[in-house]
């Protein structure tokens, strides 16, 4: 490639190469972005485009390979580096200072300064939160600077992470899974925000799982598949099959096959459930509803409408402020987690970092904890590791969870997709009376997607009560038996999933449908 076309490439990897112990995340990649498109990384959890994009911002220098930035050839040593070269990232996982306000985190180590009495220099927060407003406004992320980060929700903190990359003047957006834990509201917000910063002569590059979000936005895409990139494609003339195709190395059903549910007995009941937010407040009113045996029970609703303090309340982990909740006709209201298991809950959460995975245990040991205390697994206080181990390889066989040293594997190094692969085998496996399945996709590629999906489905089949709760209409269209959707802390539908449509629901969400 001659010097003239290497300049019409803001991003140019040549033949990069990345090793993990047991693993090539990255296999031989070469990958050219020009100025000013929005670029896509497709494909499934594990396949390396989260090591690759890490490569390029600095947090992993490659094994081989180079990068050239503006045609001029580059060593990227630290994140600080590439931000001298105009290169920002938002992390799938958010890097933010809790009890900092939104202009402290953007600034932190950029602070403008002033001088006091012409002689001490301190920090010009005035200036920040003046710069900070002026920036959100121009490119439409609404955002408060002297909000604190802990009192906002995921959509806010995500436009935090996105102005702190303006802040510094990046020219070279990477999005790292940004839609994962977003409402479709919030989703299509986002994408308008980088059809905005892409018309400011921005280059974005975006890893994402959802194929209409790229069809949306994206003008090409890079397929890879267990490190290898397997195609770069024009997005206006590739169609979604084909993407999904290339992606998982066969045809995708983006529907899910199911026969008639048939009900059994109610599993689980919740009376009149009320809970408290983390401010104090009420956010859950008065809930009631029925789960039976055979019957995926959906809840729908905008992120923030109580659907967090409901699944908290039935898992134990909040005590609810009023009413009682029944499985299998027992009080278990004021049961501890520990006697909800025994009693036949199994939970899949949405916060899998904290809530699902013991992130500084091996894959090993995060497949038992449920379960660590039956005879199978220890006697007399004594852990059987080899039980461990055993079961461990049964269910990273059956569920295909991929990571660099197998069982062994600490859970902090694997991709999100591939914890949430553990978690949900790991669940699914206790075989429960009542499944509780909270944002079971979040971060899943397309055929990880439909697979879980599938798992939902079967559950229901052998007999289990299946309660989800989920943002994506879609699943929940796909997969519900029931539909309940919630509004402001209360149920406000409860229907027959055959006799509501997306657009209803749609309304219901909003709160402008008409009340059950």
Do not use: W
């Not at 509803?289 to 909040?318: M, R, W, Y």
């Not at 190094?413 to 790991?426: D, E, F, L």
Request: with cysteine; hydrophobic share 40%.
């Amino acid at each position: 490639m001659n010097s003239n076309n290497q300049e019409s490439f803001i991003v140019d990897m040549r033949h990069i190469t990345k090793r993990f112990p047991g693993i090539v995340a990255n296999d031989d990649v070469s990958l050219q972005i020009r100025q000013g498109e929005i670029f896509a990384i497709l494909g499934e959890n594990g396949a390396g485009k989260s090591t690759l994009v890490s490569v390029l911002f600095g947090m992993y220098e490659p094994d081989e390979g180079e990068i050239y930035i503006r045609g001029k050839k580059e060593r990227i040593s630290s994140p600080r580096y590439a931000t001298q070269l105009s290169i920002g990232m938002v992390h799938q996982h958010f890097r933010l200072v809790s009890n900092y306000t939104v202009a402290e985190n953007i600034i932190l180590g950029s602070e403008p300064e002033k001088k006091i009495l012409g002689l001490f220099h301190c920090v010009d927060m005035k200036k920040a939160n003046r710069d900070i407003a002026e920036l959100s406004e121009r490119y439409g992320l609404k955002i408060n600077p002297e909000d604190v980060i802990e009192n906002l929700n995921v959509a806010s903190c995500q436009r935090v992470e996105i102005l702190k990359m303006l802040y510094r003047q990046a020219e070279i957006l990477i999005f790292d899974e940004p839609t994962a834990v977003l409402t479709p509201q919030e989703i299509e917000s986002l994408l308008n925000v980088m059809k905005k910063l892409r018309e400011g002569g921005k280059t974005i590059i975006i890893i994402t799982h959802k194929l209409n979000e790229i069809k949306a936005v994206a003008d090409r895409c890079a397929i890879m598949n267990r490190g290898k990139l397997i195609s770069v494609l024009d997005v206006k003339t590739t169609s979604t099959d084909e993407m999904a195709r290339l992606m998982v190395g066969h045809d995708v059903k983006f529907t899910t096959e199911k026969k008639e549910a048939t009900f059994g007995e109610v599993v689980l009941r919740v009376d009149n459930l009320s809970a408290k937010g983390v401010t104090g407040n009420d956010v859950l009113h008065d809930v009631s509803f029925e789960v039976h045996a055979g019957e995926v029970f959906a809840v729908a609703g905008v992120s923030g409408n109580g659907q967090n303090e409901l699944v908290d309340s039935l898992a134990g982990l909040i005590s609810p402020s009023g009413g009682k909740i029944y499985l299998n006709n027992i009080d278990i209201t004021d049961y501890s987690v520990r006697e909800r298991i025994n009693t036949g809950i199994a939970y899949i959460p949405e916060d899998r970092h904290n809530v699902g995975l013991v992130l500084d245990f091996a894959l090993r040991d995060n497949f038992p904890l449920r379960q660590y205390n039956d005879q199978k697994f220890s006697r007399r206080s004594i852990i059987n590791m080899s039980e461990f181990e055993n079961y461990a390889r049964q269910l990273e066989k059956i569920y295909d969870i991929r990571s660099s040293n197998g069982i062994n594997t600490m859970t902090r190094s694997m991709s999100g997709g591939n914890q949430q692969k553990a978690i949900i085998a790991r669940e699914i496996n206790m075989q429960a009376p009542l499944v509780v399945f909270m944002q079971p996709t979040r971060g899943l590629d397309i055929g990880a997607v439909m697979n879980v999906r599938k798992q939902i489905i079967a559950e229901r089949d052998r007999g289990a009560a299946v309660l989800l709760i989920s943002l994506d209409l879609d699943e929940i269209m796909d997969c519900a038996d029931t539909i309940a959707v919630i509004y402001n802390g209360t149920i406000n539908k409860i229907a027959r999933a055959s006799d509501l449509t997306v657009n209803e629901i749609g309304l219901y969400m909003m709160g402008v449908g008409k009340t059950a």
